[in-house]
């Protein structure tokens, strides 16, 4: 238990340590020009913390306690790895750029001289996971969410998360599947660096079928992150200056589609949602 | 049932470990490195030479010790002021090696400088694959990266002495780094 606790701790970590070589990239734009760069990791962020909420739509009447270990590989599609950056007055080479997630920076030539912009970090699948527990009562569940303050030396990070699930099959008498509402809020934060907070609302249903249980969801939600930084001109002409942007997400509408394998106490689940960034999500949960 | 969530545990870290195990691009970073050498040539003969070496720039200092490969990408021309304004000639650079090897040797003829002035857009030189394939293997040295640049206006065709021009020959490079 302990071992797969510091596993899921690593995942995250590893994700949060690369923001420091993160944080080179964004130095080089200012605010006019950092929304579309980080935009597609603010989807990311999205994505994740919005995901694994659910791997079955029955919710005990009585009483239950739920531990469980998820983890999941976001998608980058291909028009989220680019944008076309916005160049000075006069310049009129025209190309696009990395996204965070895309490879090469663009360079472009004009009155004044070359503009460059950074490079992404040229990855187009991400991995993230984290652990959650649930208790439910009443055909209500109650998610929750929470990862103690991680120091990393030049910041520290936390990550908590709630969600609230109610059956609504309770109410209608021999409908043949479960289904349930759910609410669920996530907020992951670096200080002094990156504010996310993410908000979803989903109706979802699942049958059972023996050990098997289907499942399938459909969701509204949305992402958005402050970050604060530090532009470098990479020209060396201006001096450093502190900037704090808000960004919104591409975050919209997914569907999920999934399934869970359960034996006694241990369930394994696996789902894909399609979305802005698609994601296959497993899960490891122990429920009582 | 030990026996069972044992084996659930190990199989679902092995997982997520091997899902977090692609971390190594996250400690790489291609950087366009842009520099820019300004010059000034006035009299009878337009020419001017500059010594530099990529760490007078911070573009460069900054990643230097962490560039595994540097290589050229682009050269581009700009005019900041020209008297006459109508003076024309033919724009040759020539990029040499700290001992003296030449690296670029490029013309562009019948060139009006004030057509190069902002807003208007600069003049690319067009470098030939041995010119670029002659500046990389000196980039691949990785260090003392110094060079001498000389400007100059020949086969002046238009506009009077005396003859005044100044402006900047923008070199960009890109180089691979790692941390």
Wanted: charged share 15%; hydrophobic share 40%.
């Amino acid at each position: 238990m302990k071992k797969s606790f510091f596993s899921l701790i690593i995942a995250l970590f590893l994700f949060v340590s690369s923001y420091a070589q993160v944080e080179d990239r964004f130095g080089y734009l200012d605010d006019t020009q950092i929304s579309d760069y980080v935009k597609p990791l603010v989807t990311t962020l999205g994505t994740a913390f919005n995901s694994a909420s659910y791997h079955s739509a029955s919710i005990p009447k009585l009483w239950g306690f739920g531990i469980s270990f998820n983890a999941m590989l976001i998608l980058v599609p291909d028009d989220q790895l680019t944008y076309t950056p916005k160049l000075p007055e006069n310049y009129i080479e025209s190309g696009e750029t990395a996204t965070i997630w895309g490879d090469k920076g663009g360079a472009f030539a004009g009155p004044d001289g070359f503009v460059v912009f950074p490079a992404g970090i040229n990855k187009s699948s991400i991995p993230i996971g984290y652990p959650q527990i649930s208790f439910s009562t009443m055909g209500t569940e109650l998610l929750v969410r929470y990862l103690p303050k991680i120091d990393l030396g030049e910041t520290d990070i936390g990550f908590w998360g709630l969600g609230i699930s109610h059956s609504i099959n309770q109410y209608i008498p021999l409908v043949p599947v479960d289904f349930a509402v759910q609410i669920l809020y996530n907020s992951f934060s670096m200080k002094d660096l990156v504010d996310a907070s993410n908000i979803a609302f989903n109706v979802h249903a699942s049958k059972s079928f023996g050990l098997f249980t289907g499942y399938a969801g459909l969701q509204y939600e949305s992402s958005s992150m402050d970050l604060s930084y530090t532009y470098t001109d990479p020209n060396g002409t201006n001096p450093d200056q502190d900037f704090t942007v808000s960004i919104d997400g591409d975050n919209s509408f997914r569907f999920t589609l999934g399934g869970t394998l359960k034996l006694a106490v241990v369930g394994l689940n696996i789902d894909y949602s399609l979305g802005s960034q698609s994601v296959v999500t497993g899960g490891l949960s122990f429920e009582f | 049932m030990k026996r069972v969530i044992k084996i659930s545990l190990t199989a679902f870290a092995s997982v997520l470990l091997f899902f977090s195990s692609g971390c190594d691009d996250f400690n790489s970073l291609p950087l366009n490195i842009p520099i820019t050498v300004n010059f000034s040539l006035d009299g009878g003969a337009l020419s001017s030479t500059r010594n530099f070496c990529l760490d007078d720039y911070a573009s460069y200092t900054d990643f230097q010790d962490n560039i595994d490969k540097i290589q050229l990408l682009r050269v581009i021309y700009r005019t900041f002021t020209v008297n006459p304004s109508d003076l024309k000639g033919d724009i040759r650079i020539v990029v040499t090696q700290e001992d003296g090897t030449v690296l670029v040797n490029q013309v562009i003829s019948g060139v009006t400088p004030a057509n190069y002035i902002s807003p208007n857009q600069p003049l690319e030189f067009i470098l030939t694959q041995e010119e670029l394939q002659a500046f990389n293997a000196y980039l691949s040295q990785l260090n003392n990266l110094c060079f001498s640049a000389t400007i100059s206006v020949e086969n002046i065709s238009a506009g009077d002495p005396p003859y005044q021009l100044s402006g900047a020959v923008d070199i960009l490079f890109e180089a691979e780094t790692s941390f």
